[in-house]
């Protein structure tokens, strides 16, 4: 893009020309930031001023600077990180290549990265990157949008990082992937088993695989959280939710393509967490939700108590027996969730009114379900935080709201005020 000019073009034209004294490329330099510009192209203008110039805070400055093949190396392979493609068209740089095999080890990584991520980079160049003992390089092959065919290439490194760097980047093809699947390295392995993009046959190759690490990942892929899935990942789903490994059954228990009859093996394992993730699943069997709503563990039986089935409406018949099962519980966090649920039946909520605890009281004070009468009843509790939300709930009647108007409390009075159904007499000012 050519930059409007507010110089003298007879400036322009000394600051660019090689004939231009040292001194009066400086002072030009100095002057102004175009002429500064002008200057930074200049490949007779001196070291010292390309240094100087490489600090200058306008970005076109330094990016002439990296493309002038008088800077210093330093200089320009530290500004290769920001102008990566004006560093590999610099000639200098191809001699410094030359003139010092190890260059590229030496790079400094920032810079090394911007390099393989640059359009212009050669394969060359993304092979020594890659030879460099970092362990960045990893990430780096992950992130870069590197051409398939190179990736396909970098598949057979020496280098574990860069296998394991290409079995990470999403761009990876086939043919790289059918390789790393039998990659030597357990690590690798792994990260292939995470590719999102990896087809079924090489995920049933994966399933297969010697490590149980690797065999746990293939099962935690997308692909077999989908439906339908192949009958072979059913069956790694079945073999895996007889693992030893906590984890590893855990992730079956969330599963969505589990089957049922692994599901029933999982809601009696001895670990109280993989019964919750059983526990958490939506569709979860009604057998199921009520052999866990008994479960020993209060988390398990929480996790029921919250369940969605339990929230539709309306409800079937056994669905309302669970919720009075769990409103015996010991737990008041389950009797909580009992009393606020909308099915809840106001014959269960008669009960919970009356419960032990003030914040199941509270509770079943807000529910809409609760009838009248125990809402006069919660009316006279002790604990202003009940009063407050049988002030606030619909099927109050005025005449207690009435009462409620004088209480002292003035969360209560907020209640009271807040009661479509409170007559403005009964309000206070």
């Given amino acids: 893009m050519t930059i409007p000019s507010s110089q003298p073009p007879n400036l322009e034209q000394e600051a ?9 490329l400086i002072q030009l330099a100095r002057q102004s930031t175009q002429l500064a510009r002008q200057v930074a192209q200049n490949p007779h203008a001196p070291t010292q001023l390309l240094e100087e110039l490489s600090r200058s805070r306008d970005r076109v400055t330094r990016q002439q600077v990296t493309a002038n093949p008088n ?58 990157i890659a030879n460099r003992p970092s362990q960045w390089i990893r990430s780096a092959i992950a992130d870069c949008d590197l051409p398939i065919e190179w990736l396909d290439k970098l598949a057979q490194s020496k280098h574990s990082r860069v296998r394991y760097g290409v079995a990470q980047n999403p761009n990876t093809p086939v043919t790289a992937l059918e390789k790393l699947v039998v990659d030597r390295d357990e690590d690798v392995r792994v990260t292939v088993a995470l590719h999102p993009y990896l087809p079924y046959p090489l995920l049933e190759q994966l399933a297969r695989d010697k490590s149980a690490n690797v065999r746990f990942r293939t099962a935690e892929h997308p692909k077999l959280k989908l439906s339908p899935v192949p009958q072979w990942a059913i069956k790694l789903l079945v073999e895996l939710a007889q693992s030893d490994r906590l984890v590893v059954r855990h992730s079956i228990a969330r599963n969505p393509n589990t089957p049922v ?21 939506p569709n979860l069997p009604h057998h199921l939700l009520e052999q866990l709503a008994t479960d020993r563990s209060e988390e398990v039986r929480l996790r029921i108590a919250k369940h969605p089935k339990l929230k539709l409406s309306p409800l079937e018949p056994r669905t309302v027996q669970l919720l009075v099962e769990l409103a015996q519980s010991e737990s008041s966090d389950v009797r909580e969730v009992v009393a606020q649920n909308p ?18 009281r509270a509770i079943a004070a807000r529910n809409p379900n609760t009838a009248p009468a125990n809402l006069e009843e919660l009316a006279s509790d002790r604990h202003k935080s009940v009063r407050e939300q049988v002030a606030r709930n619909p099927n109050t009647s005025p005449s207690i709201l009435e009462l409620l108007s004088q209480d002292s409390h003035l969360e209560v009075l907020r209640g009271v005020a807040a009661n479509s159904k409170t007559p403005p007499s009964h309000l206070q000012d």
């Fill in 71 to 128: 800077t210093p190396a330093e200089i320009l392979l530290a500004l290769g990180e920001e102008f990566p493609a004006e560093l590999l068209e610099n000639p200098v740089f191809s001699l410094l290549l030359l003139e010092h095999p190890d260059l590229i080890q030496q790079l400094p990584e920032r810079t090394a990265f911007s390099i393989l991520d640059c359009p212009k980079v050669t394969f060359s160049l993304v092979e020594q």
């Fill in 16 to 24: 660019r020309s090689k004939s231009t004294p040292r001194d009066r």
């Fill in 343 to 360: 099915n809840t039946p106001a014959y269960l909520l008669q009960q919970l009114v009356r419960d032990s605890k003030m914040r199941v």
């Fill in 261 to 281: 009859a692994t599901l029933e093996q999982l809601a009696v394992d001895s670990d109280k967490d993989v019964r919750v993730a059983v526990a958490e699943r």
